[in-house]
């Protein structure tokens, strides 16, 4: 019976206790919002240097490209839009080119690794700066452009 009644007793001690939340918000704080509030189109022409793509990687028998995107915006990016401009390695000469429009999460301040289909459907090519492959291959070299980027704004956690 004293096992019981003790149980009890923490039970109601457990369920009594004020609740501590762990979570961290995912709410966007009220100072980024207020500089939301402030920013003109001049600011955001700005801050495109500060969103920087890196580590571009493909080898012959990939089916996805993937890269890179550093944050160095304050504002949490949700969508970027980003122009590739592909070129033959040996002569320069345009290739292809493909605008990507990327689906993203990426907080301030933060680096994450991005994917998009490549441009090369029959596995032919390679990206010169790459792994060399075994087999046959033509090199390319490729160039980016951030054209847009949209940021997320949370508003309940």
């Known amino acids: 019976m004293k096992p019981l009644l003790t149980m009890a007793a923490l039970?109601?001690?457990?369920l009594l206790s004020a609740r501590t939340n762990t979570l961290r918000s995912t709410?966007?704080?009220?100072?980024?919002?207020?500089?939301?509030e402030r920013i003109t189109a001049a600011d955001t022409l700005r801050m495109e240097h500060q969103i920087v793509i890196s580590g571009y990687r493909k080898t012959v028998s990939d089916a996805k490209e993937?890269?890179?995107v550093t944050n160095g915006t304050p504002f949490h990016l949700s969508r970027l839009q980003i122009?590739?401009?592909?070129?033959?390695?040996d002569?320069?000469?345009?290739?292809?080119?493909?605008?990507?429009?990327?689906?993203c999460?990426?907080?301030?301040?933060?680096?994450?690794?991005l994917l998009?289909?490549?441009?090369?459907?029959?596995?032919?090519?390679y990206y010169l700066h790459g792994?060399?492959?075994?087999?046959?291959?033509?090199?390319?070299?490729?160039?980016?452009?951030?054209?847009?980027?949209?940021?997320?704004?949370?508003?309940?956690?």
């Open 11 to 14: 039970l109601c001690a457990f």
């Open 27 to 36: 709410a966007t704080p009220p100072e980024q919002l207020a500089l939301l």
């Open 66 to 68: 993937s890269f890179f």
């Open 83 to 89: 122009r590739f401009t592909y070129f033959y390695g």
């Open 91 to 103: 002569t320069s000469e345009m290739l292809h080119e493909e605008t990507y429009d990327i689906e």
């Open 105 to 113: 999460d990426i907080p301030a301040g933060e680096t994450r690794q």
């Open 116 to 125: 998009v289909s490549t441009f090369d459907r029959q596995h032919k090519m």
């Open 131 to 157: 792994k060399q492959p075994k087999n046959p291959a033509t090199p390319y070299t490729v160039k980016y452009r951030l054209l847009s980027f949209d940021t997320r704004i949370n508003i309940a956690q």
